[in-house]
Nanobody
Framework: QVQLVESGGGLVQAGGSLRLSCAASESIFSTDVMGWYRQVLGKQRELVAT???????DYANSVKGRFTISRDNAKNTMFLQMNSLKPEDTAIYYC??????????WGQGTHVTVSS
């Protein structure tokens, strides 16, 4: 059972930056598909950015050019650099790890609030 812990959320003004981290409780592998999602109260959880199964990256259109996903397998950690933040980026951000196409793990989420 992999445990994921997000951190780095907080309150920031529009135009500011935050860097989210997702730390795994055990080793992560290059074959693990990991990504960031976000959810606003009353809405469905949506994909923000992800590593695909071939190791490339994919982003929601709304964050392209502003957010960057990265990972450090040696440190069992994934990151989300968020720049030029907008009020509509306000949400709870979750990280997800999928392993062997069968196992899926989620973190508890970290709150991001962007004030206008």
């Amino acid at each position: 059972q992999v445990q994921l812990v997000e951190s780095g959320g907080g309150l920031v003004q529009a135009g500011g930056s935050l860097r989210l981290s997702c730390a795994a409780s055990e080793s992560i592998f290059s074959t693990d598909v990991m990504g960031w999602y976000r959810q606003v109260l009353g809405k469905q959880r949506e994909l923000v950015a992800t590593f695909t199964s071939d190791g490339s990256t994919d982003y929601a259109n709304s964050v392209k050019g502003r957010f960057t996903i990265s990972r450090d397998n040696a440190k069992n950690t994934m990151f989300l650099q968020m720049n030029s933040l907008k009020p509509e980026d306000t949400a709870i951000y979750y990280c997800k790890l999928r392993r062997d196409t069968r196992y899926e793990y989620w973190g508890q989420g970290t709150h991001v609030t962007v004030s206008s």
